[in-house]
């Protein structure tokens, strides 16, 4: 079954400090990866999206890892800011070849930072 | 920057009626998404359109729901006889080439 875990479920980090973020997933065949973050209440505004031969990409503060092989990713974010409370879902992509594929969500960690 | 809007932001209705959920994708996108989220759990995908059809749907998006785009700029989604396990928020998202999506803000639907 398709499916995207993530890990933790909520983390509360003090403002300034790094953390991790952790996806696995069991999504084949495999498009690309994204990371969302999603304000309450809100859409998800994408952060990163990895295909299958990216290892590592950043945004801002934000970095995002993908080892294929082992079907995981991580979210590191450096120097975390108020702003950055959020859910942060790992989504991955179907490839169905010729058509869109469509996207397999996790169900995000929810990420609280305190001043 | 151009952005998806939806409307209303909060709808409610009572069970068996039926409702139109409206979005303006982002004016030169090809592709459109319907993606519900029940409180508390995981984004869900719906229907994906392009060329003004139906290009994949989920296992959700049974007979009760339809999309339509009835103009240039309008996609709608219509669920024909709501269900209280209707209740969630919809979210509509478009994009220019498949790889990247834009999401609106959300409808809330809530069925009594």
């Known amino acids: 079954k398709n499916q995207v875990e993530q890990s933790p479920q909520s983390l509360i980090i003090l403002e300034g400090k790094n953390c991790t973020l952790q996806c696995n997933y069991t999504v084949s065949p495999f498009s690309n990866l994204r990371w969302y973050k999603q304000d309450t209440g809100r859409g998800p505004v994408s952060l990163t999206i990895?295909?299958?031969?990216?290892n590592t990409k950043s945004n801002g503060r934000y970095t995002a890892t993908l080892d294929a092989d082992t079907k995981q990713s991580s979210l590191h974010i450096t120097a975390s800011q108020l702003s950055d409370s959020a859910s942060y879902i790992c989504?991955?992509?179907?490839?169905?070849?010729?058509?869109?594929?469509?996207?397999?969500f996790g169900k995000g960690t929810k990420l609280s930072v305190k001043p | 920057e151009p952005e998806v809007t939806q409307t209303p932001s909060h709808q409610v209705t009572q069970m068996g009626q039926e409702v139109i959920l409206r979005c303006v994708p982002i004016s030169n996108h090809l592709y459109f998404y319907w993606y519900r989220q029940i409180l508390g759990q995981k984004v869900e995908f719906l229907v994906s359109?392009?060329?003004?059809?139906?290009?994949?749907k989920s296992e959700i998006f049974d007979d009760q729901f339809s999309v339509e785009r009835p103009d240039g700029s309008n996609f709608t989604l219509k669920i024909r006889s709501t269900k209280l396990e209707d209740s969630a928020m919809y979210f509509c998202?478009?994009?220019?080439?498949?790889?990247?999506?834009?999401f609106g803000p959300g409808t809330r639907l809530t069925v009594t």
């Open positions: 989504v991955v992509t179907m490839n169905y070849g010729g058509s869109q594929g469509n996207l397999i």
């Open positions: 359109f392009y060329n003004n059809e139906i290009s994949e």
């Open positions: 998202a478009s994009t220019e080439t498949y790889y990247e999506q834009y």
């Open positions: 990895m295909t299958f031969s990216e």
